[in-house]
């Protein structure tokens, strides 16, 4: 059974930066890439960034050179550093386990893959 569990949210003034760790455990190398996501109430959830186990990043071009999405394999986390936080960066977040092919981040949709997300809010 897997589990993700996001941490790192939190409240900061627009310019200031903050790191989201996802805490991996159990089987999830049956999938070959984590995600980052955010929401926002109303809103479908918003792939940022993702890594595939061989290190190859993507990320959405609202966030493009302002996040990076690393593996710290010694603490089995995947990170989400955010910089030059803007007030609509404001939104949950979340981590997923999904899969990587052709140029594409999957998400896996079943509930293990998801984590119960950390909130982010950035004040103006």
């Known amino acids: 059974q897997v589990q993700l569990v996001e941490s790192g949210g939190g409240l900061v003034q627009a310019g200031g930066s903050l790191r989201l760790s996802c805490a991996v455990s159990?089987?999830?190398?049956?999938?070959?890439?984590m995600g980052w996501y955010r929401q926002t109430p109303g809103k479908e959830r918003e792939l940022l960034a993702a890594?595939?186990?061989?290190?190859?990043?993507t990320y959405a071009d609202s966030v493009k050179g302002r996040f990076t999405i690393s593996t710290n394999n010694a603490a089995n986390t995947i990170d989400l550093q955010m910089n030059s936080l803007k007030p609509e960066d404001t939104a949950d977040y979340y981590c997923?386990?999904?899969?990587?092919?052709?140029?594409?981040?999957?998400?896996?949709?079943?509930?293990?893959?998801w984590g119960q997300g950390t909130q982010v809010t950035v004040s103006s």
């Open positions: 997923n386990a999904g899969d990587y092919f052709s140029g594409t981040y999957y998400p896996r949709k079943d509930d293990d893959s």
């Open positions: 159990g089987s999830i190398f049956s999938s070959n890439a």
């Open positions: 890594i595939t186990r061989g290190g190859t990043t």
